[in-house]
């Protein structure tokens, strides 16, 4: 689990309020930033803009989109590279159509159905262009989801600006300077008037932009576990030995990553060896 957007979403809150807030004054301080009418302007426009320009499927998806923020460690690419490994190491043994049944056994679907056309298939070239165009489909489906999310920072700074336009438009018409009122107000009609415009930069920076980079990072972590299981499965078809096919795969992975494995794999050598002989 990944409580990051919800620690940073929290955390800006804080930090706002207690820069609104001050002392025994805290309270009143912050009565001074709300208002209902700018609220209704700010999220009912930036709804209505998302709804005007997405389909409604889209909206269905919020609730999957917030769980895929907190979704850690699904892509253990050195964990891939492992499962790839035994499964070469299988297919040099007893042939692709052990993969079969070994198949039957992989969670990921992704992973699954690469492996079962491999199996399957006996063009290497047809393979690599099914998965990739699979793969192109889900980037292209991942990108509408980051994008509604772009779209929707992008409206809520305009609303904000709408509503401050309303305000200031009201705050002009309602002055009356012959008996003082009009003087009397202005400040706190102006103050009303540029809430809607801090309502729209809050939203815009502390939720839309937030969930729209949160989402491309998981976009990029699965195109690269299916990236790397594309290579691994085309390896396996053309008979790649099981160590150079870690190697390559590895050329993947951060460095870090890419030293502790191949650190575990020196170690198990000897053992694969033997049981080889």
Not at 236 to 249: Q, S, V
């Given at each position: 689990?990944?409580?990051?957007?919800?620690?940073?979403?929290?955390?800006?809150?804080?930090?706002?309020?207690?820069?609104?807030?001050?002392?025994?004054?805290?309270?009143?301080?912050?009565?001074?930033?709300?208002?209902?009418?700018?609220?209704?302007?700010?999220?009912?426009?930036?709804?209505?803009?998302?709804?005007?320009?997405?389909?409604?499927?889209?909206?269905?998806?919020?609730p999957k989109h917030i769980m895929i923020l907190f979704r850690g460690g699904k892509y253990n690419i050195p964990k891939l590279v492992d499962q790839l490994v035994d499964l070469a190491m299988i297919a040099r043994q007893s042939g692709l159509l052990a993969l079969e049944e070994k198949a039957e056994e992989i969670k990921d679907p992704f992973l699954k159905q690469s492996v079962l056309m491999i199996v399957d298939a006996s063009d290497a070239d047809k393979v690599r262009a099914a998965l990739e165009k699979e793969l192109e489909t889900m980037i292209v489906r991942h990108d509408q989801a980051a994008g509604f999310y772009e779209k929707g920072s992008g409206y809520a700074p305009a609303f904000g600006m709408i509503g401050t336009l309303v305000g200031l438009v009201n705050m002009l018409k309602g002055m009356n300077f012959e008996d003082g009122g009009g003087a009397s107000s202005l400040?706190?009609?102006?103050?009303?008037?540029?809430?809607?415009?801090?309502?729209?930069?809050?939203?815009?920076?502390?939720?839309?932009?937030?969930?729209?980079?949160?989402?491309?990072?998981?976009?990029?972590?699965?195109?690269?576990?299916?990236?790397?299981?594309?290579?691994?499965?085309?390896?396996?078809?053309?008979?790649?030995?099981?160590?150079?096919?870690?190697?390559?795969?590895?050329s993947s992975l951060k460095q870090g990553a890419r030293k502790k494995l191949l650190a575990k794999a020196e170690k198990s050598s000897p053992a694969e060896g033997g049981g080889n002989g």
């Open positions: 689990m990944d409580p990051s957007w919800l620690l940073g979403l929290i955390l800006g809150v804080i930090l706002i309020v207690n820069g609104i807030s001050d002392g025994f004054s805290a309270m009143e301080k912050l009565n001074n930033f709300y208002d209902f009418p700018s609220i209704v302007i700010v999220l009912g426009g930036t709804a209505a803009a998302l709804i005007a320009s997405y389909p409604l499927s889209m909206l269905a998806q919020i400040g706190q009609d102006m103050s009303v008037a540029l809430i809607t415009t801090f309502y729209g930069s809050a939203l815009a920076n502390l939720f839309f932009q937030p969930i729209a980079k949160k989402l491309r990072l998981r976009q990029d972590e699965e195109e690269l576990y299916c990236s790397v299981i594309i290579d691994g499965v085309l390896a396996i078809m053309a008979g790649d030995n099981p160590k150079t096919l870690r190697e390559r795969l590895l």
